[in-house]
Every structure is written in structure tokens, then in C-alpha cells.
């Protein structure tokens, strides 16, 4: 019987990695038709970064300072192609968040999810263009939840580098909780990303 119990136990936790496992393929498959990279040119040359979609019809959302100063900015879109921004709708600087408009493409929006239920220990991932390497997938956990300079921040595990900076932070179901925005470069995967609360707030900008 205790043998009988053991298998019964060995192959529940392989079920429970191998249902883990799909879960994280679906959230990547399912988020690659969303996510973009972002290209800003400035004075002093060419900054890339990663945006999302925020609603079908090209609203995608970023961090401030990837597109701060710049005369044009670009996305290349999840088919390769790559079309300008017709403008920055809103932005804000306090949590380095901008939300940005480009026409004529159809993408699929990434749901919001609710910053007050994210709970330290809770799984996440992020997907971006980590140096420019597009649509990298990492994992990780919540690590804290932070208040600085005055607003909320989501401390997280999971690997980003630059070139990740407006990365979508996301839940196993998929909905984002936070824009991945700086790490500390002297610590392990000490990454924070502003929360998502702070998107349905951002101030439109001005014509």
C-alpha cells in the first residue's frame, strides 16, 4: 500500500509540473500577437524598448523614458512589420508610463488585471525585447510590494535586461499587473515594474 501511495504521489506532482508547464506556453502563445518593440529615435541615435497593446485599435502601453526626447518613434508589430506612432495620447512621468496610437493595425489587447489582489509569492512572467531580442519569455515570483516615491510598485523575479523596459508583467491567467520599467544592476533579479493601476490613470497629453 505505501508503494501504491508513493506512485500515486510521484505521478500527481509530474501532472502538477506538466500542468504548470502548458499553463506558461498558453500565457506565451497567446501574448506574442500583443506585445511590440518599440524604437525611438533621438539626437543621440536609436533607443528600443517593448510596448502592449492596450485595446484593439493600436493603443499600446510603454515606459516614459523609452520614448522621452524622441523625434520619431516606430513599432514593429508581432508579423514583422513596422509602422510610426501617429502620437503620444497620454503619459506620465511619475511612473514613467505612456500610452502610445498607431493606425491602421488590428492588435489583440492584453487584459488588465487588479494591482490590490497581486500578492507577494505570486507567480508572473514577462515578455519583451530584451536587447533587442523580441518576444524573450521569463518566470518568476512577486518579491514585494513597494511604495516609492510616493506610488506603488511591483518588486519581481523574473529576468529582464534592457531593451525590456514597458514589458508587460503578467499573471499565470495572462492579465497584466504591472509595466516592467528598472532592476538594479548590483542585485539578483531585483526588478520593479509600475503598477497597472497607474495605466487607467495616465493623463492624455496635449496636442
Known sequence: MRIRAIAVLMVASLW???GAQSDWTTVAQRTKSSVVKIIARTSDGEATGTGFAVSADGKIATNYHV???????????PNGRTVGVQRVIASDKRVDLAILQVRGVSLRPLPLGDSSAVKVGQEVC???SPL????????????AKRVLGGFEWVQFTAPISPGNSGSPVMTRSGRVIGVATFGYEKGQNLNFAASVKYLNA????AD
Open 132 to 143: 533587442g531580442l523580441e518576444q524573450s519569455f521569463s518566470t518568476g515570483v512577486v518579491s
Open 16 to 18: 502538477a509540473q506538466l
Open 67 to 77: 520614448i522621452e526626447g524622441a523625434s520619431r518613434i516606430f513599432v514593429k508589430l
Open 202 to 205: 495616465t493623463e492624455p497629453t
Open 126 to 128: 514577462v515578455m519583451g
